[in-house]
């Protein structure tokens, strides 16, 4: 299971919601299962639907 802040903490680097999806795509296209969406991300693009949109992300990408 990946959690939402350990990839937060793991990159610093990111500056968007969207960068943070493409990582979420990334994690479950190599193969990660499962994802918890423990924290609120910071970015100021953060949408207010921002758990079914890394959801979404998440479970298309493992297809």
Known sequence: MIWLSEMLMQNQDLESF??????VRERAQAGERFL????????P???MDWE?????AFTSARR
């Open 36 to 43: 918890s969406s423990d924290v609120r991300p910071p970015f």
């Open 45 to 47: 693009d953060t949408p």
């Open 18 to 23: 969207q960068q943070l999806i493409d990582l």
């Open 52 to 56: 079914e949109r890394i959801e979404a």
